[in-house]
């Protein structure tokens, strides 16, 4: 399962056009129109190639929001933006990018150092090309604490507080078309890192019945960084539910292996996709993405045999 070549081009296309961000200093304070809808990834890529895939189109999206339109240019959609470059502190940008470096190097203490020292970056620190290759890597770890020191990092070099007033900042965003995209991502981590994560999964939830497809699909990666029990079900839903086969495979790959989910809730998603392996309902596609979450859960290869993964599943109970 392999995400389309075109896809990943462009996708590292616009990496490299973001590659020059000079985001706000001020931490929470509206800097202009956001980035380019989320990707959207054709045909049937592994969970963990879309993870990274999805990953990088958020970047991509955080990039392009704190980087574009930041010559000073007024937009017709966003506001003119005023860039204090003397309000970026050396010594804390250096010690963001190289504890970064170490935590997609795999680096085990450097998540727990970024935990506790991220907060000190919020507006004097901004993104650069070599963090934002770092957080890509990071996001997409099996260990989550190290994905938590990710998003948690993200929060800060993008100028948002991990409190009320951050909050209130993504709300007033998401509001905002052109921010709307980065805006749900960010509601996932700052809910993630425990700032009324019922409220922002109510936020989130929203956007899943938004008639822009990118839309819904930035909502599903939002709850799937939010990764309480209570998305659980808004994300089956929208897999088995959602007409789009674009917001069906985030879906898919969200309960399978992307996002912030333990292995627990996913085996709690698990319950539910092994009963439906037989359900005349699903397309030939959503089944095969069934079978390959089964597959990224388990850690198990039972091919397409419906019965073997009924057994399966019973054998873990």
Not at 206 to 230: C, F, H, K, Q, W
Not at 268 to 297: E, K, N, Y
Request: with cysteine; glycine share 8%; aromatic share 4%.
């Amino acid at each position: 399962m392999k995400p389309a070549d075109e896809d990943v081009i462009r996708t590292l296309a616009e990496i490299e056009k973001a590659s020059n961000p000079n985001p706000s200093a001020t931490a929470n304070t509206p800097i202009g129109p956001g980035g380019p809808s989320v990707q959207v990834l054709k045909g049937t890529p592994h969970a963990t190639i879309l993870a990274a895939a999805i990953a990088v189109a958020m970047v991509v999206i955080a990039m392009n929001f704190v980087g574009k339109n930041m010559s000073g240019a007024s937009s017709s959609r966003g506001r003119r933006v005023a860039v204090s470059h003397s309000a970026i502190d050396s010594s804390l940008q250096s010690e963001a990018e190289q504890l970064l470096q170490k935590l997609a190097s795999g680096d085990a203490s450097a998540a727990d150092q970024i935990l506790s020292r991220s907060a000190a970056w919020t507006g004097k620190t901004q993104r650069s090309s070599n963090i934002t290759q770092s957080i890509t890597v990071a996001i997409n770890l099996p260990d989550l604490h190290a994905r938590e020191a990710a998003l948690q990092a993200e929060l800060a070099l993008d100028g948002v507080t991990q409190d009320e007033s951050g909050l209130k900042f993504l709300e007033q965003s998401v509001g905002n078309p052109d921010q709307r995209a980065w805006a749900l991502w960010m509601l996932g981590a700052i809910g993630n890192r425990g700032v009324d994560s019922v409220h922002t999964a109510k936020i989130i939830g929203s956007y899943l019945s938004d008639p822009v497809v990118e839309i819904r699909a930035a909502a599903v990666n939002g709850l799937a960084l939010v990764g309480t029990d209570e998305t659980i079900p808004m994300m089956l839903d929208r897999f088995r539910n959602d007409p789009s086969p674009v917001v069906q495979e985030r879906a898919a790959c969200a309960l399978a292996e992307s996002g912030m989910y333990t292995h627990e809730q996913r085996m709690t998603a698990a319950a539910s996709l092994v009963g439906w392996l037989d359900d005349s309902l699903l397309s030939s596609q959503q089944r095969a993405w069934t079978f390959q979450a089964l597959r990224d859960i388990s850690g198990q290869n039972l091919g397409s045999d419906s019965s073997a993964w009924r057994t399966w599943y019973e054998g873990t109970r």
